[in-house]
């Protein structure tokens, strides 16, 4: 005896490729983009510290120094091209 229909429910997932323009896809790009300016940019910050600046304070300080940076350039382009926004 055949089951109906409502108990096998189909799935309609495609999958997106890997270097697609979507919304998550930039989003997960960019916080990947800052990860890693940030275990660049944390390093220096921990060895100018001669001790005195504890892993996560180093960390802290290169996620403020990547923020204000973004920041920095995001208002640049406004000022620059402020029609575009």
């Keep these: 005896?055949?089951?109906p229909q409502?108990?096998?429910p189909t799935f309609s997932f495609t999958p997106t490729p890997m270097?697609?323009?979507s919304k998550t896809s930039v989003i997960g790009r960019i916080i990947l983009?800052?990860?890693l300016c940030?275990?660049?940019i944390a390093?220096?910050?921990y060895a100018a510290?001669?001790?005195?600046?504890d892993r996560g304070t180093a960390y802290a300080l290169g996620l403020l120094v990547i923020i204000v940076?973004?920041?920095a350039v995001y208002l640049a382009m406004v000022i620059i091209e402020p029609e575009r926004f």
């Design 6 to 8: 409502r108990f096998f």
């Design 69 to 71: 940076l973004g920041l």
């Design 19 to 21: 270097f697609s323009t």
């Design 33 to 35: 983009l800052a990860t």
């Design 49 to 53: 510290g001669n001790g005195a600046i």
């Design 1 to 3: 005896m055949p089951f």
């Design 38 to 40: 940030n275990l660049a």
């Design 43 to 45: 390093s220096p910050i």
